[in-house]
Nanobody
């Protein structure tokens, strides 16, 4: 079982940047496709980005493509989300998770697990 702990959230002005981290425990981090999701107040949790186990492949939600970059450091067992050009609509709790399937390209939260506790990102306009 992989345990995940997100950090790096905070309050930032629109147009600013934040870098989220997801630290993991367990020896199998490098075996998993990893993803970021977010949940805004009153809304369902939605997919943000995912990265292959080796880090060479990524895919993004259209709403963040070109502004956010997902990456990972398997030696440090850590997942990252660099968020640039932040908008008020990016305000949400951000979660990292492991992909439990073997199908590349899933955007469904039902296909992900080992959720962390989340980190709050607030973008002021």
């Amino acid at each position: 079982q992989v345990r995940l702990v997100e950090s790096g959230g905070g309050l930032v002005q629109a147009g600013g940047s934040l870098r989220l981290s997801c630290a993991t425990s367990g020896r199998t981090f490098s075996s998993y496709v990893m993803g970021w999701f977010r949940q805004a107040p009153g809304k369902e949790r939605e997919f943000v980005a995912a990265i292959s186990s080796g880090g060479a492949l990524t895919y993004y939600a259209e709403s963040v493509r070109g502004r956010f970059t997902i990456s990972r450091d398997n030696a440090k067992a850590t997942l990252y989300l660099q968020m640039n050009s932040l908008k008020a609509e990016d305000t949400a709790v951000y979660y990292c998770a492991t992909d439990l399937t073997t199908t590349w390209g899933s955007r469904s939260m039902e296909d992900f697990g080992s959720w962390g506790q989340g980190t709050q990102v607030t973008v002021s306009s």
